[in-house]
């Protein structure tokens, strides 16, 4: 038997899935029995009201009913109940229950039973004040100093503290710089309330300061309020801990002498009532209640502190002196007397155990049994052992969240993307300025083949691209159950995506014998969306100034057979023609592999278009370079601001006042200054985000030219992806440019390099925003030179193989002349219009895609 485990003297679960917390148990005489013998009072979130005498029971035995004293259910939720002489005109206990918008004080009392049923009890509310604001928690006392009677104060979730005199209303004060409730105590030596603001920061306040203070009964006070008699609440002392407390407790043990017991996250301090530390202990753990107590030893201080570990820790002072293990983890401790039985340990968890219990040993009655003497069978031993071996590898093996194959998945999730946009519009909050933004359906299905606990849907798509609906909770899924959700998708920025792919993915967790917490899994699937999502037909236009060209080495074919309604593409910006071109080459493939064709392929034998491309570079670096200077002045006004802030408290704060020599009014404008900067760089960010869409789009664009260009293969492909595109967000500490520098720079110095000197240099280790985009310019033209001069992109040191294969092609511009004179395919001409402008395709014995035609703008 373990010597560190809490001793269970009695124990009870309350109710089934009520819920609890630190205020709401207490213990004391509430029934005024005069015996000196504590009753447990708990309250509960579900509204139950429960009184128990504990008597000690044999292990294993259950709780007796006439434990029980008393069991109520009250119309609301409890947050706290305490025990004080709370009713005028008698010096009795009486109990109080705070709810979220009443307080209540009730007479609890018994009368003797004249069966076996024992004695009854009963509560009888004395008097009842409804909150005008919503209560968090509250502390008693004599305030002011009164003799023989309690009074209450309540503070609100806004942060005011609420006084009543019992049967009345006293007065309201509003907490200065108030964010978010703290736990609240009231030390009776220097008749003050003490509170952890959201500053963290341990604030004591008078009892008379806050009596004499303006009246708070509304949040703002008005001019003549100012002007009006009364004084400012003041604080009468603050200490900085530097963390959230969880509880506040004050004790006095000795009439000279009171103690400030603050429990913070990660430290435990003991305040003087002054507000200075008298000790702090440093927690290895993260606790979650405490309580201090009487000592033995003169001049100290015990403390009973739970933890998330199930441990409760046994402080005098900072010495650890006992340490014992709890059967669950404690929301709230108290110290009570039972029956000729002094100091029994009393926890209560969220979950309503509720257990007292004691330190110490109990002797061990265990005696160990004769051995029998049999005859050792060793082919049972051996099968046994085998058996255990085989239960000791499966506990063993690694379990991880990494997506199943198809064969082991429990979960399967599938999407199906409808073949027609949604006849009513399904956009919501969208930026695109058309008169009808699109979107289409996508239908989720999450088919479970095992028992699966706790499974969620997450849907992605890529901005500017929105869902209508990206997050699904289910219930837990049985086996051969399915789930089906519907969501729409739609163009939600005032940007071309460059993506028009999506992605499901749901998590869940499957329970073993071996893990009762089960392990987590994940499923996912990608689905592909339309390119009439964010295009649709227009009119042909004759100008185009950007032309590119895409070769195919099998006859060209109609665009009634792969563009039905489209003949022509072109558009104004180069990141446009990414997704046209995309989405002609996969429909050429399609088309092609129908025809039982495998040595189709497409080739690129014209210009890449660095010059526009680096134009889309330099418009996202600059960009980027207003970003920094928005920081820096945000920084500067900020400074600016608290200085004048500083010197306006200390004008105000000055008993004599003194003119303010227009420190309000510079005040103001630098306050006006700070929301300028503020919604420049704000929109400033919105600007970059839809740039560094454009230049994704235009770098895939570019991949893919050159791909072509060059014949490259899959795994050449992957690398130049990795390469020009290796974030799916840009920052300022990590952005597109100096990535792309360090990659590209890279490839030039290995496998890309002319000599073993580019092969010496060493790159620099340390990322850094450039003070320009040249050296990264002069680097892709580079880049792309070596390529067209025979480079091959590998990952091998072996240069004279790379530089072996030798793949024809180059950087030359196609001439005007040679375009025009390819013939062309009958057949009539359409476009390509995006949400934002046109895109024009032009069909020739290859296909033409010209740029820069005029604007015809459906969203920005």
């Excluded at 990660?266 to 440093?282: A, E, H």
């Excluded at 198809?406 to 006849?423: H, N």
């Excluded at 990206?470 to 089906?484: A, C, G, K, N, R």
Aim: proline share 5%; aromatic share 8%; glycine share 6%.
């Amino acid at each position: 038997m373990s010597l560190f485990k809490a001793r269970d003297w009695w124990s009870t679960v309350l109710g089934e899935k009520e819920e609890f917390d630190q205020g709401c148990l207490c213990v004391a005489d509430v029934d005024n029995s005069g015996s000196g013998q504590d009753k447990v009072i708990v309250g509960s979130y579900m509204g139950y009201l429960r009184i128990f005498n504990p008597h000690p029971v044999k292990p294993g035995d259950e709780e007796q009913p006439e434990d029980l004293l008393l069991e109520v259910q009250l119309q609301e939720p409890i947050l706290q109940v305490e025990v004080g002489k709370f009713v005028s005109g008698t010096e009795g206990l009486h109990l109080a229950v705070l709810h979220c918008r009443k307080l209540c004080v009730y007479a609890v009392s018994g009368a003797l039973g004249n069966v076996e049923h024992g004695n009854q009890y009963q509560i009888k509310l004395m008097y009842e004040h409804n909150l005008q604001r919503t209560a968090c928690n509250m502390t008693y006392g004599p305030f002011g100093g009164v003799k023989g009677r309690d009074l209450i104060c309540i503070q609100s979730m806004d942060g005011m503290l609420m006084l009543f005199e019992q049967e009345s209303y006293a007065f309201g004060r509003f907490l200065p710089g108030f964010l978010l409730p703290g736990p609240l105590a009231y030390s009776s030596r220097t008749d003050s309330f003490i509170t952890v603001s959201s500053c963290q920061q341990v604030e004591s306040y008078k009892y008379q300061v806050l009596a004499f203070a303006t009246d708070a009964d509304e949040r703002q006070e008005t001019e003549q309020q100012k002007l009006s008699s009364g004084k400012r609440l003041a604080v009468d002392w603050v200490l900085n801990i530097g963390e959230q407390a969880l509880d506040i407790c004050v004790v006095s043990f000795n009439q000279g002498i009171s103690s400030v017991f603050v429990l913070g996250e990660r430290n435990f301090f003991c305040l003087k009532d002054n507000g200075q530390i008298r000790f702090m202990k440093k927690l290895d753990y993260s606790p979650s209640c405490f309580i201090p107590y009487c000592s033995v030893q003169e001049g100290t201080i015990n403390t009973l502190i739970g933890n998330h570990n199930k441990m409760l820790n046994v402080y005098q002072d900072v010495t650890l002196k006992w340490a014992t293990q709890l059967p669950h983890i404690p929301v709230s401790v108290k110290v009570a007397n039972f029956q000729d039985l002094k100091g029994v340990i009393v926890t209560l968890t969220d979950d309503g155990h509720l257990q007292c219990s004691y330190l110490g040993t109990d002797p061990s009655i265990f005696q160990a049994p004769k051995v029998d003497a049999r005859e050792i069978n060793y082919e049972e031993m051996n099968a046994e052992m085998k058996e255990l071996q085989k239960i000791i590898k499966e506990a063993t093996k690694p379990q991880d969240i990494l997506p199943e194959s198809e064969k082991q998945r429990g979960v399967i999730v599938t999407a199906e993307v409808s073949p027609d946009l949604d006849a009513e519009s399904q956009a919501i909050e969208s930026e695109v300025k058309a008169e009808a933004v699109p979107s289409i359906t996508v239908k989720i299905t999450v088919q479970s083949r095992v028992s699966a606990q706790k499974p969620s849907l997450a849907v992605c798509v890529q901005a500017p691209l929105a869902v209508t609906c990206d997050q699904f909770v289910f219930d837990d899924l049985e086996p051969d159950s399915s789930e089906t959700v519907v969501l729409s998708v739609f163009l939600k920025g005032n940007c071309t995506p460059s993506e028009l792919e999506g992605n499901c993915m749901v998590s869940y967790i499957i329970p073993t014998e071996l893990n009762p917490e089960g392990i987590p899994r994940v499923a996912q699937c990608n689905f592909s969306l339309p390119l009439r999502l964010v295009c649709f037909p227009s009119q042909p236009s004759k100008a185009a100034n950007h032309k590119l060209t895409i070769d195919t080495n099998k006859p060209p074919v109609t665009f009634l057979n792969i563009f039905p309604e489209r003949y022509r593409i072109q558009s104004d910006q180069l990141e446009d023609l990414w997704l046209i071109t995309k989405e002609l080459t996969r429909r050429l493939e399609e088309h092609f592999k129908k025809q039982n064709c495998k040595d189709f392929a497409c080739t690129y034998s014209g210009s890449i278009p660095l010059q526009e491309y680096f134009e889309l570079i330099d418009r996202h670096f600059e960009l980027r370079l207003n970003a920094e200077k928005f920081q820096e002045l945000l920084s500067e006004r900020a400074v600016q601001f608290r200085a004048i802030e500083r010197r306006l408290l200390t004008r105000f704060k000055d008993k004599t006042p003194a003119p303010l020599q227009h420190l309000d009014t510079l005040l103001e404008g630098t306050f006006r200054e700070v929301i300028a900067l503020a919604d420049a760089a704000e929109e400033n960010q919105a600007n970059m985000f839809q740039a560094f869409t454009k230049l994704k789009s235009a770098t895939h664009l570019v991949i893919m030219l050159i791909s072509l260009w060059q014949k490259l293969s899959t795994d050449q492909v992957a690398i130049l992806e990795a390469t020009f595109l290796p974030l799916a967000e840009d920052t300022q500490e990590l952005g597109w440019e100096e990535t792309v520098d360090a990659a590209v720079s890279y490839l030039l110095r290995t496998c890309l390099s002319k000599s073993s000197k580019e092969q010496a240099l060493t790159l620099s280790s340390q990322l850094c925003m450039p003070k320009d985009t040249s050296r990264l310019k002069k680097n892709i033209t580079l880049f792309c030179d070596r390529l067209a001069k025979g480079g091959r992109l590998s990952f091998s040191t072996d240069l004279a193989t790379q530089q072996a294969a030798v793949m024809p092609g180059g950087c030359a511009t196609i001439p005007e002349s040679d375009l025009e004179e390819r013939t062309v395919i009958p057949g009539s001409t359409a476009m390509f219009s995006s949400h934002r402008q046109i895109t024009k395709q032009k069909s020739k014995h290859g296909l033409s895609e010209d740029a820069a035609e005029e604007a015809k703008s459906h969203g920005t």
